[in-house]
Nanobody, 127 residues
Framework: QVQLVESGGGLVQAGGSLRLSCSAS????????VGWFRQAPGKERDIVAA????????YYTDSVKGRFTISRDNAASAVYLQMNSLKPEDTAVYYC????????????????????WGQGTQVTVSS
């Protein structure tokens, strides 16, 4: 069983930066693909970024390309989402999710492909 905990959310002005962390407890993160999702009020939860188990492949939704960076440190059992040039439309609850991949190099963009979820962290960007 993998337990995920997100941290690093908060209130920031437009143009600012935040770094979200997703920490895994219970076992190593190695071998797990990880995704960051977000859900704004009244909207569905959508993929933001995803990373393969070894960090070799990454995915970003169009609206965050060039502003967000996903990375991971398997030794620390952590995945990060560096968010720069934040916009009010980035305001949402951000969730990390993990899926065991048995060391394939896939990443996943669909919620249904993930087995483990964190509780979410609020990101609020003021204009």
């Amino acid at each position: 069983q993998v337990q995920l905990v997100e941290s690093g959310g908060g209130l920031v002005q437009a143009g600012g930066s935040l770094r979200l962390s997703c920490s895994a407890s219970g076992r190593t993160f190695s071998g797990y693909a990880v995704g960051w999702f977000r859900q704004a009020p009244g909207k569905e939860r959508d993929i933001v970024a995803a990373i393969s188990w070894n960090g070799g492949r990454t995915y970003y939704t169009d609206s965050v390309k060039g502003r967000f960076t996903i990375s991971r440190d398997n030794a620390a059992s952590a995945v990060y989402l560096q968010m720069n040039s934040l916009k009010p439309e980035d305001t949402a609850v951000y969730y990390c999710a993990a899926r065991r991949t048995d060391y394939s190099t896939n990443y996943y963009t669909s919620e249904s492909r993930y087995d483990y979820w964190g509780q979410g962290t609020q990101v609020t960007v003021s204009s």
